[in-house]
């Protein structure tokens, strides 16, 4: 898994078209999103990362909890982001991972929002700019190598 992570003073997307034949299913409130002061969280989930779904997850929040702890971050955008790999995992395991990850972020007391899995969005951020504002993290399970 790839992620980049930006320390924002905001994130909003708003939904456009289909960017698979079968997104996730969504309701016209998810259509748009917007968070203030949050870490936003673009994921690009890897074919190496459907051999132990369930590892890449846990790393992955360990490694956001841990980036939220140094900037002080409260909330966290998890956004499906197809673009940082060229070994993308299979729509429904990639799916099943980013939902994991947002599932475990709430548990963990982060207010949490996902953008939505399977469309071409529309979005504004704006990255802080400290020195911590942009970090790039990749996870792989154990034993595999990172490529
Ligand atoms: N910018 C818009 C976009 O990326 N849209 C992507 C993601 O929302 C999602 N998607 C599909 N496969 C993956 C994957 N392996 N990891 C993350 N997201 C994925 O499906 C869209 C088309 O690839």
Do not use: W
């Not at 456009?16 to 673009?42: C, H, M, T, Y």
């Not at 132990?52 to 955008?77: G, L, M, R, Y």
């Amino acid at each position: 898994m790839r992620m980049l992570l930006i320390h924002s003073d905001y994130l909003e997307y708003e939904v456009k078209d289909k960017a698979l034949k079968n997104p996730e299913p969504i309701s016209d409130e998810q259509r748009k999103g917007r968070l203030d002061e949050v870490l936003a969280v673009f994921m690009s989930v890897e074919k190496v990362d459907e051999s132990n779904p369930d590892e890449v997850v846990e790393k992955a929040v360990k490694e956001i909890k841990d980036v939220a702890s140094q900037v002080k971050a409260e909330k966290i955008f998890v956004y499906p982001f197809a673009h940082l790999s060229s070994e993308l995992a299979k729509p429904d395991v990639a799916l099943k991972i980013l939902q994991k990850i947002e599932e475990k972020l709430k548990e963990e007391g982060f207010e949490v929002k996902r953008a939505p899995f399977g469309y071409y969005k529309a979005f504004k951020l704006s990255c802080k700019g400290h020195p911590l504002a942009e970090l790039s993290r990749t996870i792989v399970p154990s034993g595999e190598a990172v490529s």
